[in-house]
Structure formats: C-alpha cells, structure tokens
C-alpha cells in the first residue's frame, strides 16, 4: 500500500462486508417511532425542555462524558465511542437515565447516538420502543448472516438509532464476548465516528455478562440510587470494573441536584467534573 496513501484500503472493506456496518448516515434502515408519551407511561420521562430539571441534570452528566469521549481513542481494550451504563442492582435507574442520556447527547449538533439495549435478561429498553420481538444483538450476534443495518433502527428523532436486545440466549456471556462483537462495534466506531453508543446493562452483581460489556468500552456509568444503594453493593461493582476505564458515579433521585451530588470521576486523572461548564 505505500506510495498510495489514498487509495481505499481493501482489508477495511472486507471486515465491512463481514459485519454489515457502514455509516449509518448512508444505510437503509427501518424506523421506529419514539414514543414519548408511551416512554412517559413506561417511567421513561424524556425531557420537556430546556428548564425541566431532569435536562439540566443530565447535561451535567452528559458533559464529562463527551470531553472523555474526545480524549479516548480505541485500542486492545477499549473502543472509544462505547459508554456502557449499569449499577449494583436492579431498578436503580440504568434504563431512565439510557434513553434519556441518549437523547440528549442526540440533540447535539454533531452527535448522533446508537442506543443498545445491553440488559439481555430485562430489556425495557426494547420493551418501551415496542421493539422487544425484533432480532436484535442476540440475533446479529448469533446468525453470522444476519447483518448489523438489518438489526439497527433509526427513530424518528434526528441522530437517534436503537438496536434493541434480541431473543434470550442462554450463551449471552459467551454471545457479548464473542469475537463478532467486538468486531461489529470496532468497525461501527470507525466508520460512525460521532456516533456515541450507550449500552444499557443488566445488574453488574447479578451478571457477568455486563462485564464482558464494560470491558469493550471506554466509559462505564455506574447507577447509585440515591439513600437506597449500599456501600458495600457499590464496592462489589466497582471493584468487578476494570480500573483503567473511565468510570462515572450517577447519583440518581437525589431530593436536591447539585453537580457533585450527581457526578464524580473517581480517576483522578480524568479531571475535576465540578469544574465542568454544561
Ligand atoms: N431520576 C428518575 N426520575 C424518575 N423516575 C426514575 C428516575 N430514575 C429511575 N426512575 C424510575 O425508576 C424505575 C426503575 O428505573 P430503571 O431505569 O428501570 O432501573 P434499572 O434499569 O436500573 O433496572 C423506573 O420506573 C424508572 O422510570
Ligand atoms: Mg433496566
């Protein structure tokens, strides 16, 4: 290939062909409706506006992680652009805080976002989108004919794609650590360079395949349920995580937002979020 500095480089092509992932800008995908008011009545409030205090939170929570997103870039442990949200146990708010993370960080400018739904074992997420019987990640992951265009749908909200769980395997572990999957994602990221993708997870206590998860990514968001979660739950997943990741603290349902309250990053390489402007 030297001397042709421009000229299209065929190994990238072939891995295209494999794994089906182009730029989603350019591919035919189907649509799904984004529903508000059936995400409002599944607890999946999606922000008003500007003022609704919810909004304002997450851009508190949302600012860190796209500075980090533009400092990270990929390498043999971790693909850049992938923030894998998940908590101690369940209900503590992993699902809310997807759907309404994703659809912030959607409405910014040069943005778009895919957002997975990663908890095979309770897939609200695909549940609220109406799009729980769809082949899914399970589905892609499981067919090697099956591509990854044919399994992503764009909703109807500029930037916003959802790949939703697919059928219960009982090899999900085996399924999110398998080589097509961090193939399907590296090649996504490469050629989706703004496109931020949020995996929702399952309970990182009761699955190891969230593990598997994080170790693709770049960020992990970790859930605290506000007066609810326990320390000695929190350190249990915590220390499940791989240290060298950027890892974030939500605390979610607190009575009273303040910046620190909501986010900290615990590496204190990464900087100081409470000197973050929104
Ligand atoms: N900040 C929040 N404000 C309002 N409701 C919330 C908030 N966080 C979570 N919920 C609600 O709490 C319930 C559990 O949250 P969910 O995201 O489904 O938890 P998980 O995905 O961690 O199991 C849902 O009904 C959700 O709508
Ligand atoms: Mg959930």
Redesign the pocket.
Same mark, same amino acid.
């Given at each position: 290939m030297s001397g042709l500095p421009d000229a299209p480089n065929p190994v990238n092509l072939a891995r295209h062909r494999d794994v089906g992932v182009g730029s989603l800008d350019s591919i035919e995908l189907r649509e799904v409706r984004l529903d508000v008011v059936a995400l409002r009545r #599944? $607890? /999946? +409030?999606v922000p008003e506006g500007d003022k609704h205090q =919810?909004a304002e939170d997450l851009r508190r929570v949302k600012r860190p992680i796209l500075r980090n997103l533009d400092l990270r870039v990929e390498s043999a442990n971790q693909i850049g652009n992938i923030v894998v949200v998940t *908590?101690a146990n +369940? $209900?503590? $708010? &992993? *699902? /809310?805080?997807c759907v309404n993370l994703a659809t912030s960080i959607a409405s910014e400018r040069d943005r778009s976002v895919l957002l997975v739904d990663g @908890?095979l074992m &309770?897939p609200?997420i695909s549940r609220a989108f109406g799009i729980e019987n769809e082949p899914g990640l399970t589905g892609f992951l499981a067919d090697e004919s099956v591509q990854i265009e044919d399994v992503i749908f764009r909703a109807d909200a500029p930037g916003l794609f959802v790949l939703p769980a697919g059928p219960v395997s009982g090899f999900t572990t085996e399924l999110l650590s398998s080589k097509r999957m961090r193939e399907a994602f590296v090649e996504f990221s490469r050629n989706n360079p703004n496109c931020v993708v949020v995996f @929702?997870s399952s309970?990182i206590r009761h699955s190891s395949s969230t593990v598997v998860l994080t170790s693709l990514a770049s960020q992990v968001v970790v =859930?605290v349920l506000a007066e609810r979660t326990e320390q000695a739950d929190l350190s249990t997943a915590l220390e499940a995580l791989d240290e060298t990741k950027a890892i974030g603290i939500v605390l979610? #349902?607190t009575q009273s937002s303040t910046e620190e309250q909501l986010y900290g990053w615990p590496d204190p390489d990464l900087g100081n979020p409470s000197s973050e402007s929104t």
């Open positions: #599944q $607890g /999946f +409030a =919810v *908590s +369940a $209900g503590e $708010g &992993k *699902s /809310f805080l @908890d &309770k609200h @929702d309970p =859930v979610n #349902q």
